[in-house]
Nanobody, 119 residues
Framework: QVQLVESGGGLVQPGESLRLSCAASGIIFSIYTMGWYRQAPGKQRELIADITSGGSTNYADSVKGRFTISRDNAKNTVYLQMNSLEPEDTAVYYC?????????????WGQGTQVTVSS
């Protein structure tokens, strides 16, 4: 069984930074695209950034220039560096990954980590 475990969320003031981590564990042959989504209260879950196994990245307009996604393939881990945080960034952040296992490629979600930006 594969698990994605996020860490690094918390409460920060506007303008501050946070770094989220998401580590995949289990029987993993390879990991393709990894991404970060977020869901604010009363809103739909949205993709904010993703990264391919080759390192190509994609960002939502709302976070371009402030957030940076990266990954360590040796550690099966994806990171999200969030700078210049704004109250509008408050949400539960979820990790997502397409993982190849013995049975084929499946999509997995982490349990989510809360990020709150407030003065």
């Amino acid at each position: 069984q594969v698990q994605l475990v996020e860490s690094g969320g918390g409460l920060v003031q506007p303008g501050e930074s946070l770094r989220l981590s998401c580590a995949a564990s289990g029987i993993i042959f390879s990991i393709y695209t990894m991404g970060w989504y977020r869901q604010a209260p009363g809103k739909q879950r949205e993709l904010i950034a993703d990264i391919t196994s080759g390192g190509s990245t994609n960002y939502a307009d709302s976070v371009k220039g402030r957030f940076t996604i990266s990954r360590d393939n040796a550690k099966n881990t994806v990171y999200l560096q969030m700078n210049s945080l704004e109250p509008e960034d408050t949400a539960v952040y979820y990790c997502n990954a397409d993982i190849r296992q013995l049975i084929g490629v499946r999509n997995y979600w982490g349990q989510g980590t809360q990020v709150t930006v407030s003065s």
